[in-house]
């Protein structure tokens, strides 16, 4: 082994480097979201024996499934993105040893860095999906109510 071939092997693992970078910063920011999820659930699920009202307890149950399916979209996407993880280093990996002791091969390296593309692509679509679902839950009444007031005639 020399200079040179551990130069040119760092250099070739700088790129996945890069990006575990971005997959550890989209685990942190799912992760958030999941924790927000699950902490509105706790105080959903706390109000529901304070209140005698069949309405109210419903709207709670729905909101908990509702809160269960986004939970379950990010975990969906925290799990694709440590599989990214995962095939990024293997990225690294097989790049080092095709490098110093020639195993492995061209193929595995970019088998292994397109699997990780494509899990972070996937986890992408995820979140976008769970953002989407957080928004659906939202009631615009009052909205709407604000707007009739201001369009009612004053006196």
Do not use: Y
Not at 45 to 68: G, K, M, N, W, Y
Not at 108 to 116: E, K, P, R, T, Y
Not at 117 to 138: D, K, M, P, R
């Amino acid at each position: 082994m020399d200079a040179a071939t551990i130069t040119h092997s760092i250099q070739l693992s700088i790129a996945p480097v890069f990006f575990l970078t971005a997959v550890s910063g989209m685990v942190g920011a799912v992760a958030q979201r999941l924790a927000r999820i699950i902490d509105r659930a706790r105080v959903v699920e706390a109000s529901i024996p304070q209140h005698d009202d069949p309405v109210h307890t419903a709207r709670c149950v729905r909101e908990l499934a509702f809160l269960r399916r986004r939970g379950h979209v990010a975990n969906v996407s925290i799990g694709l993105l440590t599989l990214c993880g995962f095939l990024i280093g293997l990225t690294i990996a097989f790049l080092f040893l095709a490098e110093f002791w020639h195993v492995g091969g061209p193929h595995l390296v970019v088998g292994s860095f397109l699997g990780g593309v494509v899990s972070f692509l996937a986890a992408l679509a995820c979140f976008l999906w769970e953002t989407v679902l957080a928004t659906q839950i939202l009631k615009f009444d009052v909205l709407a109510a604000v707007d009739e007031l201001e369009a009612a005639p004053r006196r």
